[in-house]
Nanobody, 121 residues
Framework: VQLVESGGGLVQPGGSLRLSCGAS????????MGWFRQAPGKEREFVAA?????DYADSVKGRFTISKDNAKNTMYLQMNSLKPEDTAIYYC??????????????????WGQGTQVTVSS
């Protein structure tokens, strides 16, 4: 299994970015896919998940959208109305379909290397 994130960068507050997560060795139909982020000095936190449903952290609800393209085996995170507090390294991850709590970091068994998102003027 390999997960590779891309699309990070520097953006001004109020701007948008779309992150991509290319997956190999992963079948989306039998996985829960998630996005997490980790800011400097903070714990890695749940952002969004998709597994036949979608769910978001309260801090990003209404601004971020998770989606998957099964034909391309790629997951996306569209981030709009970005704020400085969204600055972090963003990671995509894969959990088994029977995962009990997809918001927990420990539920995920495979991780990408991360992509930096910086929101600053």
């Amino acid at each position: 299994v390999q997960l590779v994130e891309s699309g990070g960068g520097l953006v001004q507050p109020g701007g948008s970015l779309r992150l991509s997560c290319g997956a190999s060795g992963v079948y989306f139909s039998s996985s829960v896919m998630g996005w997490f982020r980790q800011a400097p000095g903070k714990e890695r936190e749940f952002v969004a998940a998709s597994g036949g449903y979608t769910d978001y952290a309260d801090s990003v609800k209404g601004r971020f959208t998770i989606s998957k393209d099964n034909a391309k085996n790629t997951m996306y995170l569209q981030m709009n109305s970005l704020k400085p507090e969204d600055t972090a390294i963003y990671y995509c991850a894969r959990a088994p379909p029977y995962v009990r709590d997809y918001r927990l970091r420990n539920s995920y068994t495979y991780w990408g290397q991360g992509t930096q998102v910086t929101v600053s003027s």
